[in-house]
Nanobody, 121 residues
Framework: VQLQASGGGTVQAGGSRRLSCVASTRIFSSHVMGWFRQAPGKEREFVGLIRWGVGRVYYSDSVRGRFTISRSAAENAMYLQMDSLKSEDTAVYYC???????????????WGQGTQVTVSS
């Protein structure tokens, strides 16, 4: 399984950005797809996830209300709409696939390569 994350770039504080994560193989209803981020010198941090089959989403406290996860089963793709961006959102964003609900990176067996998001103030 390969995951391809894209859509990163530089955006001004208060702006928006949409990230995509496309899987090379079918994502099954039992899978959980997650977004994480990692800032320089920090550990990889959970951002949010979607339970693929039911479409239920779950967010970290730091992004809830500003970020939105969605999916396209037909395209094997997951999206992260990021609004009201802050400088502290600057990080490399990764998508991953797990077999069950999980907020720990260790529970994700497959990862995309990461895409850099820089929020300028």
């Amino acid at each position: 399984v390969q995951l391809q994350a894209s859509g990163g770039g530089t955006v001004q504080a208060g702006g928006s950005r949409r990230l995509s994560c496309v899987a090379s193989t079918r994502i099954f209803s039992s899978h959980v797809m997650g977004w994480f981020r990692q800032a320089p010198g920090k550990e990889r941090e959970f951002v949010g996830l979607i339970r693929w089959g039911v479409g239920r989403v779950y967010y970290s406290d730091s992004v809830r209300g500003r970020f939105t996860i969605s999916r396209s089963a037909a395209e094997n793709a997951m999206y992260l709409q990021m609004d009201s961006l802050k400088s502290e959102d600057t990080a490399v964003y990764y998508c991953g696939r797990a077999l069950a609900f999980a907020t720990a990176p260790s529970q994700y067996a497959y990862w995309g390569q990461g895409t850099q998001v820089t929020v300028s103030s």
